[in-house]
């Protein structure tokens, strides 16, 4: 695979294996083909700019409707009555892991680790059914509330939702205890849904979009599991070119990624959306598309671990205290798809979010903040951090390399004094992926007169020059933070 621009946001405490740190890379569109020309659809590939990066060879038989991936980036295809596993990082071998009648979507349970796939086009045929990613089906459930199942998404805790198209509402399962209940009905907006997705850093809101009657609206919707209000919505008929919306997508920047067929005098493409209606870049089409249904992105893995000589706080966060002693911070970068690819270390003052609040609770907080910087223009994913001049900063030595020096605390603290720097520190990846770098923070003057503690953001990015303005690769969607700390 081509190396890719990666932003990485160092964590506080090293992650075991069973907790990596998964971020959204490439992103697969479904094709559904068009009936006047035969197609019955493809499998594409595309980077975060919209680059073609593959097909994926043919495969069963039938509609494509509908697409799923998992953690360790196999893809699975609804297609005609079969749920098809194409394995990574080829994509080259196929195997059937579910059947029933008109496979309409898969979703991947990152809690379970195992596959929910929706089936039928009407209550007869309607069924949710579970299995393993080798293809062993462990349940099949039936309820008299799914009428015409179509899209599936996952909430953090294992909660699946699906978008019941003819029935005007969305359906929440508990997939513990196997029970359907109506999470929110949206027929006063007119609404069919056929598309559903989880927003990353509220779990409890869902976007969805409409089938039919208001096609040309992302309903927002909150609540706890069953208890969903829609609260916002987003009027993009306007742009005349999005009008008939099926699968979406969010990342952890906040955007969603909208599939739009073909239907009438439309551009069929995949739209990027940020959380405020604004479309930050044009939607990613080409010659290839015929009817774009379904999107998902490909998690890449991302380990990072922080560690200070000055220890770490009461909250388990690395520190570094006021004083005269010279501070080594010490980051472990593991991104084993990107072997070989040049990385670069920058920081951003967050002392005054409400992720530089919450880090001094829990250092592995994981909410975006801030509107972040937007890598590449092509790209609609931001770093999750504030836009603030040494951020921007930042910015320039990731796309300049070398070294700098940046004010690590605000002088007021300290009054008379001489603030303390960050040395940016670049090097290479080795083979595998992983290199392990040190940042050596100067010493604080003096400890400021009260007890404080003042968060910063670490971020570390991984840059491939050779195909940068072409291509981003992963982009963290959670910072976490370094502390200042008076001894």
């Known amino acids: 695979m081509n190396k890719h621009l990666i932003l990485l946001i160092a964590l506080a405490l090293a992650l075991p294996l069973s907790s990596q740190t998964l971020v959204e890379s490439d992103i697969f569109v479904a094709d559904r083909g068009n009936s006047s020309n ?78 929910w796939c929706s089936f039928g086009v009407n209550a007869s045929e309607a069924t949710i059914v579970q299995a393993t990613t080798g293809g062993v089906v462990l349940q099949t459930l039936m309820d008299s509330s799914l009428v015409h199942p179509r899209r599936l998404a996952f909430g953090r805790s294992g909660d699946l939702y699906i978008a019941n198209v003819v029935g005007n509402n969305v359906i929440h399962l508990d997939t513990a205890t ?41 309903l927002e919707i909150d609540g706890a599991p069953g208890a969903g209000s829609v609260t916002s919505s987003f009027n993009f008929g306007s742009l005349t070119d999005l009008t008939a919306p099926s699968g979406l997508e969010t990342d952890g920047s906040g955007n969603l990624f909208v599939a739009n067929r073909d239907m009438g005098m439309n551009i069929p493409g995949v739209y990027p959306i940020r959380p405020d209606g604004s479309r930050p870049v044009p939607p990613y089409i080409g010659s290839e598309h015929i ?28 520190r570094v205290l006021f004083g005269p002693q010279q501070a080594a911070i010490t980051v472990s970068l593991d991104a084993p798809d990107f072997p070989n690819a040049v990385y670069a270390l920058f920081w951003s003052d967050i002392s005054n979010t409400l992720m530089g609040q919450n880090c001094l609770a829990n250092p592995l907080i994981d909410l975006p903040i801030g509107d972040g910087v937007q890598i590449h223009p092509l790209d609609a994913r931001r770093a999750p951090i504030l836009l603030d001049s040494l ?3 930042g910015i320039q030595i990731i796309q300049n390399g070398g070294s700098g020096a940046i004010p690590a605390a605000d002088p007021a603290l300290c009054p008379g004094s001489v603030p303390g720097t960050f040395t940016f520190m670049s090097g290479l990846l080795d083979a ?27 971020i570390a990015a991984v840059v491939d020059p050779t195909v940068f303005g072409s291509q981003v690769g992963l982009i963290s969607d959670h910072p976490a933070c370094l502390l200042l700390e008076q001894p």
């Open 38 to 115: 035969g197609s019955d659809g493809e499998v594409r590939l595309y980077s975060n700019t919209g680059a073609i990066l593959g097909t994926l060879p043919s495969a069963g038989s039938g509609k494509i409707r509908g697409i799923g991936v998992d953690d360790l980036g196999n893809a699975y295809v609804a297609r005609g009555n079969e749920i098809i596993r194409y394995d990574a990082p080829g994509y080259g071998q196929t195997t059937t892991v579910a059947t029933g009648t008109k496979a309409q979507d898969v979703a991947f349970d990152p809690v379970s680790g195992t596959l």
């Open 178 to 218: 196997g029970v359907f209940q109506e999470h929110v009905n949206v027929a006063s907006q007119s609404a069919t849904p056929i598309g559903v997705a989880v927003a990353r850093s509220k779990p409890d809101r869902l976007y969805v979009v409409s089938d039919y009657g208001t096609a040309t609206l992302i």
């Open 291 to 318: 009817n774009p249904i379904d999107v998902a992105f490909i998690r890449r893995r991302l380990d990072l671990s922080l560690t200070s000589s000055d220890g770490t706080s009461a909250n388990g966060a690395a």
């Open 391 to 393: 951020y921007f900063l």
């Open 432 to 458: 595998n992926g992983h290199a392990n770098a040190q940042i050596v923070f100067p010493s604080l003057p003096c400890p400021p007169p009260v007890s404080v503690q003042i968060p910063l953001g670490l």
